[in-house]
Every structure is written in structure tokens, then in C-alpha cells.
């Protein structure tokens, strides 16, 4: 193969700048047909960014021989569905974080990909941006040492209702898995994974503390890596304003970053203070699109991949468990 030919299922806003566009703009790849449950919407979308097709059914989009690979862009709680019913076509999955409503799906989608052997990529492109990879460089290079712990702090202001009353599906958790933080916080425990390893044990609790929709809106956690350093988190999704810090600590220095704010990465040594300003990309998704078809073409490697993201699933269910036993009960 010397391209890869995709097809999108779902093109709602995420695919509008953040990932769609760049099917089309990275090397050896093109974006051959979208779908969308809403024929117009699909058709719609086709025409605007100049698509060879739309459907309005996935199972034609996933059966077309032009498509050698699908990019499923729905909500969380449709993955698995379609997941498997890709795997089952024989064809390679890039799903959109978080890879599922709960573990024991992601699970099922990882075992379905094996089984068909068909390779399983997730979304979380922190892990492919160049801000992000500083930070690894940094932490690599012996610049703070060896690290100690991790704090991390996010608030955001509280989502409001459509035009109609409803709440979005984000803060749905039939539909999302749980609320925002199933939505943004998977972004950083993701990327400190691929930062610093996987997460050996982890414990926290979650809250309802503005009492606005039925998912947690406030969510808290301690956690250590299997490398010995210790981590400690806190989200509110209901708060004065929108904002996030990362640090990292080490036994020489200390890291600061922000997860979704358009900061500079700051590093603190004893004897240096020093700035890094590294810009994201138009279309956000591109690097990590680009490794994928990469790593299909024999040219790479995708650093998230359906294990991977299969751990972050487990430490954010680890830490919303039991607020929603508490509503099953």
C-alpha cells in the first residue's frame, strides 16, 4: 500500500478541524467517505471538505473497498459497537478518546482487534504533540532528576444547557461513561502515562458538588507509578473559571505544564529557570494521524494504542467507581 484510505464515522465538530481536515493534508493518506446517522449532515460535510462519499448507514461506509481503515468519532457509549463491527471487517480502528464508557468495553475492543488481527489506535494526541514531547525530553534528559510526584489541577466552569434544555452528552453518563472528566481529565492521566509509565494503584472519590446534572462534576485522586513516584489530582467542572496546571517534581527540579491552556512549559532548577513556547498545530490531531498511518505503511509507531488507552480507562474508573454505586443503589 503506499496510502492509506480512510473513512470517518460520526463528522460531527470534532472532525471539523481538530482531526477530519487532516485525513487529507498528511502524507500518504486521503479521507475517502464520511458517515453520519443524518443523511444531510453526511452529505453536508462531504461536500465542505471535498469527500468522494457520504452514508448514512456505518455498515456500508465500513464495507467499502475504497476505505482501508475507519476513524469512529461518535460518543463514547457506541465505540465498542462499532469497534467490533470494524475488527470483524478486517480493518484497522482509530477511536476517539475516551476509548470507551467503561474498561471491560475497552477490554472487549482490544481482544476483538487481536482476535481479527487488525491494529486498534485511540486518540489521546497529546502523546504526539511536540509541547508534550518536550516535556518527555526534558524528563529523559535528567533535567529534574529523578521524579518524586506528580500534582495536577484542573477546574473549568459549569456547562450550560442547549438551545432546547438539554444537558450535552459530555455530562450524560449513559451516553459519555461519566461526566467532563471522562471527557478532558482522561487527556492528562493519559498523557502522564505515556510521561512517566503506567499507574500501579490508584484511589480517589468523586462528587456532585453543584448538584446540576446526574454525572460527578468534581473528581479526586491519589495514585502511584510503577516507577515509585506518587501522584496526586483534583478536578472541578464547576468552578469560577477555566483553568489547568501540571507539575512534576524531581529530586533536581521541577516541570510545570498546563494539559489544554496555551502556556509555555516552565522548568525550575536551582540554578536555572527556563521557558519553552511550542505552538500546536492548525488541526491538532495531525501528528497523531500521521504516525498511524505511519506505523500502517511500516514507517512507525503510534504511541497510543487500544492497551494503552485501555489503562487510562481502568485509573478513571478506579476513581468514579463508587459514586456511581452509590446512584445504582
Known amino acids: 500500500m503506499e496510502k492509506i484510505r480512510w473513512g470517518i464515522i460520526g463528522c460531527g465538530d470534532v472532525t471539523e478541524k481538530k482531526?477530519?481536515?487532516?485525513?487529507?493534508?498528511?502524507?500518504?493518506?486521503?479521507?475517502?467517505?464520511?458517515?453520519?446517522?443524518?443523511?444531510?449532515?453526511?452529505?453536508d460535510y462531504a461536500?465542505?471538505?471535498?469527500?468522494?462519499?457520504?452514508?448514512?448507514?456505518?455498515?456500508?461506509?465500513?464495507?467499502?473497498?475504497?476505505?482501508?481503515?475507519?476513524?469512529?468519532?461518535?460518543?463514547?457509549?457506541?465505540?465498542?459497537?462499532?469497534?467490533?463491527?470494524?475488527?470483524e471487517a478486517g480493518k484497522p480502528v482509530?477511536?476517539?478518546?475516551?476509548?470507551?464508557?467503561?474498561?471491560?468495553?475497552?477490554?472487549?475492543?482490544?481482544?476483538?482487534?487481536?482476535k481479527h488481527e487488525?491494529?486498534?489506535?485511540?486518540?489521546?494526541?497529546?502523546?504526539?504533540?511536540?509541547?508534550?514531547?518536550?516535556?518527555?525530553?526534558?524528563?529523559?534528559?535528567?533535567?529534574?532528576?529523578?521524579?518524586?510526584?506528580?500534582?495536577v489541577q484542573q477546574m473549568q466552569q459549569l456547562v450550560k444547557r442547549d438551545e432546547e434544555g438539554n444537558w450535552p452528552w459530555r455530562v450524560k453518563p449513559e451516553t459519555s461513561g461519566a461526566g467532563l472528566f471522562y471527557d478532558v481529565g482522561s487527556h492528562t492521566l493519559d498523557l502522564l502515562d505515556y510521561l512517566?509509565?503506567?499507574?500501579?494503584?490508584?484511589?480517589?472519590s468523586a462528587y456532585n458538588l453543584a448538584g446540576s446534572y446526574p454525572a460527578e462534576d468534581t473528581v479526586n485522586g491519589a495514585w502511584r507509578f510503577e516507577s515509585g513516584a506518587v501522584g496526586t489530582g483534583v478536578w472541578n467542572f464547576s468552578s469560577y473559571k477555566n483553568e489547568d496546571d501540571n507539575r512534576i517534581v524531581g529530586t533536581r527540579g521541577e516541570i510545570q505544564f498546563s494539559t489544554f491552556d496555551d502556556k509555555p512549559i516552565l522548568l525550575k532548577t536551582d540554578s536555572v529557570e527556563e521557558?519553552?513556547?511550542i505552538e500546536h498545530p492548525h488541526h491538532i490531531q495531525q501528528p497523531h494521524i500521521q504516525s498511524i498511518v505511519d506505523e500502517l505503511l511500516g514507517n512507525g509507531k503510534c504511541p497510543s494504542t487500544g492497551n494503552t488507552a485501555l489503562r487510562t480507562n481502568?485509573?478513571?474508573?478506579?476513581l468514579v467507581e463508587e459514586y456511581y454505586l452509590g446512584i445504582e443503589k
Open 196 to 204: 512517566l509509565g503506567p499507574i500501579s494503584d490508584i484511589k480517589g
Open 275 to 277: 521557558s519553552f513556547r
Open 118 to 151: 487488525v491494529p486498534l489506535f485511540v486518540a489521546y494526541y497529546r502523546r504526539s504533540l511536540p509541547r508534550f514531547l518536550k516535556v518527555k525530553e526534558l524528563i529523559e534528559q535528567g533535567a529534574i532528576g529523578e521524579v518524586r510526584f506528580v500534582s
Open 19 to 43: 482531526s477530519g481536515p487532516a485525513f487529507q493534508k498528511i502524507e500518504h493518506s486521503s479521507l475517502e467517505a464520511v458517515m453520519r446517522r443524518n443523511g444531510e449532515k453526511a452529505r
Open 47 to 87: 461536500e465542505r471538505h471535498g469527500v468522494p462519499k457520504w452514508y448514512d448507514d456505518a455498515e456500508d461506509l465500513i464495507h467499502d473497498e475504497d476505505v482501508d481503515a475507519v476513524y469512529i468519532a461518535t460518543p463514547p457509549s457506541t465505540h465498542k459497537h462499532y469497534t467490533l463491527m470494524v475488527a
Open 94 to 114: 482509530y477511536v476517539e478518546k475516551p476509548m470507551a464508557s467503561r474498561s471491560e468495553d475497552c477490554l472487549e475492543m482490544v481482544r476483538a482487534c487481536e
Open 314 to 318: 481502568k485509573a478513571m474508573d478506579m
